[in-house]
């Protein structure tokens, strides 16, 4: 029987919310055609359960924090990914490949064994999921926000930034539903499988792009690079492109990338001045889910405070592409000021950008 979803409080912890985390991410894996990495998360969830000794495994069996908050199966799925493009475990390269017949957990276990080390650090920090497939929902957010009347100038703040990848979008073409957006020489093209009605056909301008993170990654770092590739599903060989031509990217031109929690970031951002004729957008995509609650909290209360300063030539966007847990997959939501503020949903997508599904 397949892996079903739990819903499960994100703050919850203890040791059967770190083996439904492992079942989760499962579930979550093959909803999002990675099977491989199902597997993987699949055969750690079994050597948990059964109870297997080894620093890696007990650290992980008794996990104090939240372990779907903090993401717990995947930091560890990351470190055995990383063994797998060092060719350091070859017998893994079956389990990716999702062939059928093996021992799935007896390949993982005997990694762990050979490498706990090395593996042991994956677990301080949480993964890093950059990727610039979901850059195109920023993009439509802004077609529609132009089309609501908005300065189609915008000065962009992103939280959870990672390395930065996102904060090049100036730099990259799109075809949104026939919609062309970009330059002429892009570092990188998107064209999304396109569900419903095209997005507003409208002209834009990126009149500045900012990010934080509290772990940056460097781009231009090989080790830095070779960890976030680590945490690239196998399956989805279209992203590793997309990796090289960012690290091309940030080598010719680094993102404006700072270190700094999400709350302060946008608390020091948002007090600045704010150019006439320029709309001024915070922005995020499957990062609010890490942001403690209380900066959470902070984040909002300063986006509503300032867009209750917002004026016509001066307005505010939140643009924010989440996952909702429920469908197994994420949703594009905006709100602006002037306008009252007001949520508005106006598509679903898909975590890495495959599709787009307009909703309004």
Partial sequence: MADQYQFIDMTASGPGIVTAAFSNQVAYCTASDAPGTARIVGA??????????????DRTRNWSGPPLADALPLRIAGGIH???????????????????????????????????????????????????????????AMLWLADQGLPPRFECLEIGSSAGINLMIDRYAYDLGGVQVGPADPAMSFVPEWKGAPPPMRAI??????????APVDLTDPEQALRLRAYIWPEHTVRFQRMDAAVAAAQARAPDLVKMNAADFIEAELAKPQAAGTTRIVMHSIVWQYVPADQQARVTAAIEAAGQRAAAD????????????????????????????AETMLASAHAHGAWIDWQI
């Fill in 44 to 57: 750690l969830r079994d050597l948990l359960v059964r109870g297997e000794a080894g620093e890696l495994l």
């Fill in 82 to 140: 990383a063994l797998h493009l060092a060719g350091k475990e070859p017998e893994l390269a079956a389990i990716y490949a999702d062939q059928p017949g093996i021992d799935d957990a007896a390949i993982v276990l005997d990694a762990i064994r050979r490498h706990e080390p090395a593996l042991l650090p994956w677990l301080d920090g949480p993964p890093q999921t950059n990727e610039a497939g979901r850059s195109a929902n920023f993009i439509a």
């Fill in 205 to 214: 301008e990126i009149a500045g792009l900012k990010g934080c993170d509290v």
């Fill in 314 to 341: 001066r307005p505010l966007a939140w643009v924010a592409l989440e996952a909702n847990r429920v469908v197994h997959y994420h949703e594009l939501r905006v709100r602006y000021w002037p306008g009252g503020g």
